[in-house]
């Protein structure tokens, strides 16, 4: 997708250097994939103490290999 938008220059600058990435599209891919990552890990952590276990934890332990 196509998309023309105004980015302060030093914004743009600062997160090129910080991110390492060589152009202003992989800059911007990099930031949306962040904050697209930022977001889904928010409402993971939201959902602490809502989710019920069901099983046993010691039955499902015994396939496991010990190191």
């Known amino acids: ?7 302060d220059d030093r914004l743009m600058r600062q997160a090129m250097r910080n991110s390492g990435a060589a152009t202003k599209r992989a800059t911007v891919e990099a930031a949306l994939r962040l904050l697209i990552k930022t977001h889904s890990q928010t409402s993971i952590r939201r959902q602490k103490g809502q989710i019920r276990w069901e099983g046993n934890l010691s039955e499902s ?5 010990r190191s």
Do not use: W
């Open 1 to 7: 997708m196509r998309t023309n938008i105004e980015i």
């Open 61 to 65: 332990r015994l396939g496991r290999v």
